[in-house]
């Protein structure tokens, strides 16, 4: 390896590749610093003069950076004499101040270059995001110093006090291996008490002490409970794939495993990432943030054991973090298991990349850099020579569409099949008319139920039977449209700086027993008591996760359903951190919970064999976001919540409640039917020239004023216009599905092409006169996954 990542305090400074000999002529370096600024004329970064010894490309080091020359980080691209100089006066060429000690390894240097090219990215931020926080900050990291016995020893030893005598004794028995250690484990050891020892034995040659550099972290939590250290006797299509796929180790090859959901996929990658270790390579595994749990992560560990598996997900500490990272970067850890930005861990010899539920949209970051996680993990497996593993119940269609038909380039496999006795659950259509219809003659239609009778009594069945139960509602807070009650006024409650409804969120102890909130923007109000514009009574309307939960707390708070204590809520407001999604996955594992409601929190990833009613309250939240993609949206959430249901020996039953009965999205989950699903939909798609059939960039301009957003959009497009050859497709301006968000007006472009080369070269065209550049007014998403 040419260059370590932050390894130990000797990798700390400067320079394992060879550089280049200061001339008198003078030494300089290019660096992209981390801050949003892009230099479109010319190449990538800025030219700074090196004073001391010289960086190695990959090195963060801090540079002055404009008027006040403010001392700002940023990776060096380039390291080489006057040439990098060539055309701006001496006078004008700053020094880099210092190394922050930390090198980023060749490979992810090259992964960061394409990155910022694909996604037109500046590439300071590409590589500022590549680095997580913890590790440019070095939480954690502490000075220690470590003891070990030297290679000669006197054969005369020289006269010691008792205490130093027995520390020797016990030193000079000690293996090889055991050494270095610290001072504490070393007095441990030898049941001797105080320094003093130590430093005797030091001074006669006899212990030799060495500064080095740890990082003091706790101990991650793990939840073993879950985790199972056996293999199962995989099944024969377990098998088929398992073994298909570990035939590529060892060189670059997508494959995509589609299983239904409990199939068994987790069973595959486990035994596909034994022989990539057994080939001496190391792997990463991509997991959803949502569904990176300590059951999950104990998945892997439990197989692997604690100290060849890092952990990444947002609930660690910094400190964690950093050395988890760290023991990618030193080799002692061979597989990583973490969220999206686990796919620049900086492991060597990279031979797997797996991609669980690769559908996910959690992959793709909404800020700059927007990159897709799975596309990056490819390209990354594609420089370094690594296998990639796909896996989903519900594949991408961008997925999809590359693992089938003639021009396939990725291998399918596919567990059909439950594992074990399981049985794929019952799915069941339940439409809203008629639900509404029979609380009407029931004669409590005035109310407003969320629940209704069809569900509620198969909750009641399930509650009584001692079974588990999972809500769906992908909505947060108790109301999200606030009305007046007089049709004639139609005062609707909205956000004064975006385009959007206000939602309710009861708190109790405000008045008005809330806040309202604005999804977008954040900002809070207080409730008003009446309608602002004519006084009379509001309406609360669309009801989500906390009027759900009161309803549920009125209707079975008398069969025992307690909110807290046989039941929680799981949205981003009731979990603050991950600790308390953690416990509340917890206690629902270990039976306390009865039930859980929440938002898409809960329908991925799960693993509870006594869940047997899964209810998801209204399907058609997804169905009605202005998306082409809405109907794959919806698809996946249907799909993956019913998969919770029934994965243990007793059958489970999942009610979708829906005001659309017939619509393809829900129907074809309901069958289980991806591939049916998967051949419509790409129809749609092809006739609409939309992804995945060509290749999509959606170029977003905001501004505060109105004309000035709008104008600059129809400069884009025109210019775009100009740029396109005829295969390509301009569409827009148009105003934004959400057309203000924090007072800035939003207008978008969309360009859509027939492959990715032909849309980067029209890109490309408008960034070399400087047309198109990412920054906060214009906002560039190369393959983007949601349009709002
Ligand atoms: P998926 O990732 O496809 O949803 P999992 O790998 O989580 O499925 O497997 C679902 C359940 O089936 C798990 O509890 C797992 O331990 C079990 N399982 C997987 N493979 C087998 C097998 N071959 N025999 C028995 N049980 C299995
Ligand atoms: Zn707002």
Redesign the pocket.
Known sequence: MSSIFALSEDSLFWAQEPAPTASAAGVYARVAVERGIETLDGPPGFTYRVDGPPPSVGERVMVPLGRGDASSPGIVLEVGGPELAKGIPAGRIKAIMESTGVVLPGPLMDLGRWMADYYLSPPGMVYASILPAAVKRQVGRRGVTLYSRPANIPDVLPPLKPAAGRLWACVAAMGAGEFPLPLKTLLERSGVKGSKAAAALVEHGLLVATESSTIAAREIDRDESAA?STA????AD?VRAADGIAATLGRFHVHLLR?V???????VYLRVLARCLEMGRTAIVLVPEISLTPQTSSRFTARFGVTKVAVLHSGLTAAQRHREWERASSGAAKVIVGARSAVFAPLASLGLVVIDEEHDSSYKQDRLPRYHGRDVAIKRAHLEGATVLLGSATPSLESWANATGPTARFSLWTLPRR??NAAMPEVKIIDMADERRRRREQGDGHLQHLLGPTLEKALGDTLDAGGQALLLLNRRGFSGYISCQSASCGFVLSCDQCDANLVLHRHHGLPQGGLVQCHHCEAQQRVPRACPSCGRPLNLFAGGTQRLEEELARKFGSRGLVEGLSFARVDSDAMQSSRDYFDTLGRFAKGELRLLLGTQMIAKGL?FPDVRLVGVIDADTSLNIPDFRASERTFQLVSQVAGRAG?GSRPGMVLVQTHNPTNMAITLAQRHDFEEFARRELEVRKRAGLPPVGRMARIVCRDLDEAKASGAATAMAAALRDAAPPSVGVRGPLPCPIARVANHFRFGVDVLAPDARTLHRVLASLRGRSLLKSDAATAVDVDPVALM
């Open positions: 199972c199962p006797e995989l099944n377990q299983g959901t409990g199939s068994g996929k987790t069973e594992a074990g693993d994965r």
